[in-house]
Nanobody
């Protein structure tokens, strides 16, 4: 069992930056590939980024490539998402998720509750 808790969301102006964190419980964090997804109310959840268990390979959605950076610190059981050059269309609830599969599987094993990111124009 893995429990995930996101933090770092908030309100930022367009062009600004935020860093999300996802703290994982348990001693098996380094066994899981980790990802970020986002969802706007009334819309389907959207893939953002994914990283393998040791942090050496990453995947990004085209919409965030070059602006967002995913990383992880296995010693701290923490996943990060550095978001730069934010746009109003990045506004969403951001969820972290875990899976033993890499690259991105069709289904993730564990999900966090999410952190709200609001980008004002």
């Amino acid at each position: 069992q893995v429990q995930l808790v996101e933090s770092g969301g908030g309100l930022v102006q367009a062009g600004g930056s935020l860093r999300l964190s996802c703290a994982a419980s348990g001693r098996t964090f380094s066994s899981y590939a980790m990802g970020w997804f986002r969802q706007v109310p009334g819309k389907e959840r959207e893939f953002v980024s994914y990283i393998n268990s040791i942090g050496t390979d990453t995947q990004y959605a085209d919409s965030v490539k070059g602006r967002f950076t995913i990383s992880r610190d296995n010693a701290k059981n923490t996943l990060y998402l550095q978001m730069n050059s934010l746009k109003p269309e990045d506004t969403a609830v951001y969820h972290c998720a875990a899976s033993r599969a890499y690259p991105l599987p069709t289904k993730m094993d564990y999900w966090g509750e999410g952190a709200l990111v609001t980008v004002s124009s």
